[in-house]
Structure formats: structure tokens, C-alpha cells
């Protein structure tokens, strides 16, 4: 009999065979599973994609078409968090659908409602309460006689970057049915109506009744428009201070604020991060430089324009001075030294379109080393002719120096008031027009000449969202004709109020003498100068120009 210790050897071969068999049999039990698992992991997440995509694509309704449907979009008083982003930014279903026919309601919103699938979502009811959380608070007011097609992208660009409130004094187009009862209905926008009540309110008003402005009245078209934008500046500013704001801007409604150089594009992020004891800011202007002679929406077609003065180095500046202005009066076509932001301060003034002042001290202001102002001047041919038809001095070199400040502007009117269209076509593409490419590409190299699309890429975004569209049609449904009078009413009689309010603070209280005003400003203040006007770019000096080897 073999002994325990030999019977044990033989068995053991037996057991590791079994052992052996069961492993293998498991592992490959679990790697069917795996595959199989594998395999399905990945139809499901396709099943569900398509799913989820499927009542997506069922679920877009088009903003203007049902306007009684807000209660599906986030509530009124949403508020926004600690994580700040842009008004708006906060994802929408919005479709391109019916834009064509909110658009068409209107032939002044004719290139308000283009279809796209959107690039950039935009908030449907941009009725949200945002204003109280913005800080600083900032108001931009204009004087301005424009259609809704050249308002609305200027405003809601202007909302993207940080902008809550608007002061627009409104006349012409801007004043008519049509046009200022969509403008009434939009958060945070005050029209002011250029009444016979308004203009008398206007001729008892400080600032009328100082030296600093007088060289420019009873003058036609430029200068009666410089007056009435300082006019209307004295009014914003208590507007602006009776609304808790921070910063005012004078702006024109062909003008849009850059604020490169700030952590985001935006305007609050700029004057956030600006010194408190800063009174103003100096936006340097930047020119369009148009491309085309077929320009219809010059915030959405123009990307290309020259540089300001005050951001080019001197020698680049004066060294190609003859071939940036390529035979026009000046290195710009119309003004260059920029707008100017105010903080409110007490005994704020203006001082021109341009600038602000102060009756008590010398305002501390700092220029921009950045950000600028867009101007968009003559991006159309049609302007020639629409300033032509605003102005009714004849077309001679000595009586158009009575209506225009700059020399540009008044070559430009003789030009549309003597030739016949293909001359004044002619005309433009020499002046105006930048159709050779030698000469942009050296500029654009030089620096002279630079490419800005940030403002064109936010306009076209809002435009393809349906924002545009979306206020007419909301406008147009919300507002019957009863209450947009009664809406007129009650702005008139606001208007009234203000004006009072205004001019009681203007003065200290309403039983003050011209005569003590005018004393107390002698013995209080420094002397003033003259309001500044729109100037021309430096021009070409001589001593300081360096040939281009």
C-alpha cells in the first residue's frame, strides 16, 4: 500500500487541473460580460443624444410669435449671482422662424429681423431686473433724429457691455409714433421730446445763459446741433443723478464705446477699475474706414478703421501723414479728439459735446490708453446726401463756414449740393472709400489702419438671436393706441417736472436772480474757457515729419 505522502502527490496534479479549468472558465464568463457591456454602453448614450435632441429641436418656438408664452422663460426678478456674466448671456431657445414677418411690420426695421441659427443667444424677455445689481451704474444720453435700424443695435451693444440706462432726446424719426413708442417700451430707456415746453425750459437754462457757449448760437446745422446736445447734457445730468448713477456718457447714435484693455469686454469693467479720484475718462476716437461704396448697416459691415492720434507713436503718425489722408482736409474726415465719460459729481457740467466740466474745479481726468470710441462717419454714400437735406446754407466755400465746424464736412456738402450722382459717387470712392490694397495692407502694417470686429460680432449676434425683432413685435402687440398716448401724456408731464427740478437746481432755488448767479459764479470759480468744439486730428507740421526710407 502506498504510504499517505505518495497518495497525496498523485491527487495534487488532479486538483490543480480543476482549479486551473474553473479560472478559466470564470475569466472568460467576464470578459463576454465586458464585451457586451461595451457594446451597449455606447448605443445607449447615442439613443438618448438622439432623444434629448429630438424634443429640443420640438420644444423652439420663435420669440415673436408668441408673446404670451414668457411663463416658460426664466421668471422676472431673476437676479444675477456672484459669477457676473453679460446681460443676456444666459442660454435661450430662440428660432429664426417668423422674424420675416415681425420684421416687415415695420419699413423702418427692415434689416432688424435677419434669419440664422444663433451664434450668440441673447435672453428672450430681456425685461429682467439686472439694473440694481450693475455697479458703477453708467447712462449714455444722445440727441438724435435716427430710425429704429440705426437705435436699437447702438442700445442693446451698448447693454451687452454694461450700460443700464439711456437718455434720448428724440426728435424727427426718432420722435414718431412708430419709432419712440418701441424705444418707451424697452427697460431703462427715458425719451425726452424736443417740445415748444422744452425749448423754453431750455432758453431760461444756466448754461444758455453763460459766455462759455455763446460763440455758438443762432447759427444753423452743426452749431444748432452743438447747442442742443449741450442743452440736453445740462438735463441728463440731473436725470442721471435723480437715477442713482455713476458715470455719464454723451454719445451719438453712429458712435459705439470700445473698451479694449479691460479684464472683459466691458464698458463697467473699465470705469470699475478706474481710480476714485478720476472725475473723467478720455475715450480717443477711432475712424471708420469703409471698404465699399454698398454699405447699408455700418455696425455690422465695417471692420476696418484708423487709429487716433493719441495711440499711434509720433513719427508713425506724421511719417505717413500725406498718404493717411490721401488728399482730404485732415487725417480724419470729421473730428478727432474724442468723447469723455464724467462721474457725477456736484456743480458737473458739460462742456461741449465732447467734454464735461465742473463749476467749482479743474476735473481730473486720465486718457485711455486702449479703449476708444467708434465713429462711423460717411460709411454710407447716403450720407452725403442726408446731411445735404438737413442743411439749408448754400453751397459756397464762405456761407457753408456758417453750418459746418470741420472742413471736411463742409467740401461734402458742396459736393452733394453741385453734382450730379455719378460725380458724387466719383467723389466718394476718391475721398472716402479705401479701394487700394497696397496702401491698406502698408497701413494696417504701419499700424495706422487696424481690424476691429468685437462690435460687429456682438450686433450680428443679437441680431441673428431676434432681439431686435423681439422688442418690435413685443412693442407692437403690448402697445395699443389709447395707451401709447396716454404714455405721451404722462412723459410730458414727467418732463414738465424735471425741467423744474432742473431748473431750480441750476439756479439754488427759483427766487435766485440771474444777477446773484452770475455773482456767485465770478467770485467762486475760476474763469471758463470756451465750450470745446469737435476738432480736427493734429495736422501736418514739418518740422516733425520723417521720411519713410
Known amino acids: 500500500m502506498p504510504n499517505y505522502y505518495q497518495q497525496h502527490q498523485r491527487a495534487t496534479p488532479l486538483l490543480s487541473s480543476s482549479s486551473s479549468s474553473s479560472s478559466s472558465s470564470s475569466q472568460s464568463s467576464f470578459a463576454a460580460k465586458l464585451l457586451l457591456l461595451l457594446t451597449l454602453l455606447p448605443l445607449s448614450l447615442a439613443l438618448l443624444a438622439f432623444v434629448l435632441q429630438w424634443k429640443g429641436d420640438s420644444a423652439l418656438t420663435d420669440p415673436t410669435a408668441a408673446v404670451s408664452s414668457t411663463s416658460r422663460w426664466a421668471p422676472h426678478g431673476s437676479r444675477i449671482q456672484n459669477h457676473e456674466v453679460f446681460p443676456g448671456m444666459e442660454l435661450s431657445t430662440l428660432s429664426p422662424k ?100 422744452l425749448e423754453e425750459q431750455q432758453a431760461k437754462s444756466r448754461i444758455w445763459n453763460e459766455t462759455w457757449l455763446s460763440s455758438f448760437f443762432y447759427k444753423p446745422c452743426n452749431y444748432e446741433l452743438f447747442v442742443k446736445q449741450s442743452l440736453n447734457m445740462e438735463m441728463a445730468i440731473v436725470m442721471a443723478r435723480d437715477e442713482g448713477m455713476d458715470w455719464i456718457l454723451h454719445l451719438d447714435t453712429d458712435e459705439l464705446i470700445h473698451p479694449a484693455g479691460a479684464r472683459e469686454y466691458s464698458l463697467r469693467q473699465l470705469l470699475l477699475d478706474v481710480p476714485g479720484n478720476v472725475d473723467m475718462v478720455i475715450f480717443p476716437n ?64 458739460p462742456n461741449g459735446a465732447h467734454r464735461w466740466h465742473n463749476y467749482m474745479k479743474t476735473p481730473n481726468e486720465i486718457k485711455l490708453e486702449e479703449a476708444a470710441v467708434l465713429h462711423y462717419t460717411y460709411a454710407k454714400f447716403s450720407d452725403l446726401t442726408s446731411r445735404r437735406d438737413r442743411c439749408g446754407c448754400k453751397p459756397t466755400k464762405e456761407d457753408v463756414k456758417r453750418c459746418f465746424m470741420l472742413e471736411f464736412d463742409r467740401s461734402a456738402f458742396i459736393i452733394a449740393s453741385t453734382t450730379t450722382e455719378e460725380e458724387m459717387l466719383n467723389w466718394y ?37 431676434g432681439v431686435f425683432s423681439s422688442v418690435v413685435s413685443s412693442a407692437q402687440t403690448t402697445l395699443s393706441k389709447n395707451k401709447f ?57 514739418y518740422d516733425h515729419i520723417l521720411i519713410e526710407s
Not at 440705426?150 to 451687452?160: G, R, S
Open 429 to 465: 470712392h476718391e475721398h472716402v472709400v479705401w479701394g487700394d490694397k497696397d496702401l491698406k495692407m502698408k497701413l494696417l502694417r504701419k499700424g495706422i489702419l487696424t481690424r476691429i470686429y468685437s462690435p460687429m460680432v456682438i450686433i450680428q449676434g443679437l441680431r441673428e438671436s
Open 286 to 349: 477711432y475712424e471708420s474706414s469703409v471698404e465699399r461704396d454698398d454699405i447699408k448697416d455700418p455696425f455690422s459691415e465695417v471692420s476696418m478703421f484708423k487709429k487716433n492720434y493719441d495711440h499711434l507713436p509720433k513719427d508713425t503718425y506724421f511719417g505717413m501723414y500725406k498718404e493717411s489722408t490721401r488728399g482730404n482736409p485732415n487725417y480724419f474726415l470729421t473730428y478727432g479728439n474724442g468723447k469723455s465719460v464724467a462721474r457725477i459729481r456736484d456743480h458737473l457740467r
Open 98 to 197: 417668423d422674424h420675416h414677418s415681425s420684421s416687415s411690420s415695420s419699413s423702418d426695421c427692415v434689416n432688424l429681423g435677419r434669419t440664422a441659427s444663433p451664434s450668440f443667444p441673447y435672453y428672450r424677455d430681456w425685461k429682467f431686473d439686472f439694473e440694481s445689481n450693475l455697479k458703477p451704474k453708467i447712462c449714455i444720453t444722445t440727441s438724435t433724429s435716427a430710425g429704429l435700424d440705426q437705435i436699437l443695435p447702438w442700445m442693446f451693444y451698448h447693454k451687452v457691455i454694461g450700460v443700464t440706462t439711456f437718455f434720448l432726446f428724440v426728435e424727427g424719426k426718432a420722435a414718431s409714433p412708430d419709432v419712440s413708442k418701441v424705444l418707451e417700451s424697452i427697460p431703462g430707456v427715458k425719451l425726452i421730446y424736443r417740445t415748444k415746453e
Open 485 to 541: 398716448l396716454e404714455s405721451i401724456e404722462r412723459s410730458n408731464s414727467s418732463r414738465a417736472v424735471a425741467s423744474q427740478s432742473l431748473s431750480l437746481r441750476k439756479v439754488g432755488g427759483s427766487k435766485e436772480s440771474q444777477a446773484t448767479v452770475r455773482k456767485v459764479l465770478d467770485v467762486g470759480c475760476e474763469s471758463h474757457e470756451e465750450a470745446v468744439p469737435p476738432l480736427s486730428p493734429p495736422g501736418i507740421n
